[in-house]
Structures are given as structure tokens and as C-alpha cells.
């Protein structure tokens, strides 16, 4: 999977915990509604399983939302595809010595993201 998928469905995925939070839904509640499993909703949720436009549309439904409320928005997405760029060329120029505590920091600030 290429890094622009990873970005859209990882962003759909924090987008659908957004939501359900909201909502004040458990996972368990949203998947009964969809009839998908809690653990299926679970890796959609982190961007580690592709969801069919079928089970996308299902979620919208299920979380009375648009459709487009789930995805990136243009403006997002090709800011990303810049960031991209510029990220990896700042990591390449990071000292060996210091790049342990540098993914350790970008680990973090994608949890922080995520919460």
C-alpha cells in the first residue's frame, strides 16, 4: 500500500472513532449496526484494514453522518502529499546518533493524534 492509501485510510479511520465518539458509541455498538465485527471496526479505526466504499457508506449511515465527513479533505490531503516530501528529507538529514529519539517522538505525536 502506497503512503497516499495509508494517508486516506488512516484519516477515514480517525474520522470514524471522531464520530462514533461523538456519538457517544462504543465500537461494539457501531459494528452490531453494520454487522461487522468489533475487531474489524478496530483495524478500520487505526487504518490497518481497507474498508470496501460499500462498508464506508454502511458506517456513514449507521453514524448519520455524510460521506465526505469521513474522508480527507482536498485542502488535507495535498498538504500531505508536500508534508511527505519535506519529511523525508528532514529525517534523512538527522543525526544517527539522534533518530531513535526522534521516531520515539513522532511515535508519540501520532498517539496524541489519535486519542
Do not use: H
Amino acid at each position: 500500500m502506497n503512503s497516499k492509501t495509508e494517508f486516506l485510510y488512516r484519516t477515514i479511520g480517525m474520522n470514524i472513532k471522531r464520530i462514533r465518539k461523538e456519538n457517544k458509541l462504543g465500537q461494539q455498538g457501531l459494528a452490531d449496526k453494520i454487522s461487522l465485527s468489533r475487531s474489524s471496526l478496530s483495524n478500520i479505526e487505526t487504518g490497518t484494514y481497507q474498508p470496501s466504499i460499500i462498508t464506508i457508506y454502511e458506517i456513514a449511515e449507521a453514524l448519520n453522518c455524510k460521506l465526505n465527513q469521513l474522508l480527507p479533505s482536498i485542502e488535507r490531503f495535498k498538504v500531505y502529499e508536500n508534508i511527505e516530501d519535506e519529511f523525508k528529507e528532514a529525517y534523512n538529514n538527522i543525526p544517527q546518533e539522534v533518530s531513535p529519539k526522534a521516531f520515539k517522538f513522532i511515535e508519540d505525536l501520532i498517539k496524541k493524534e489519535s486519542k
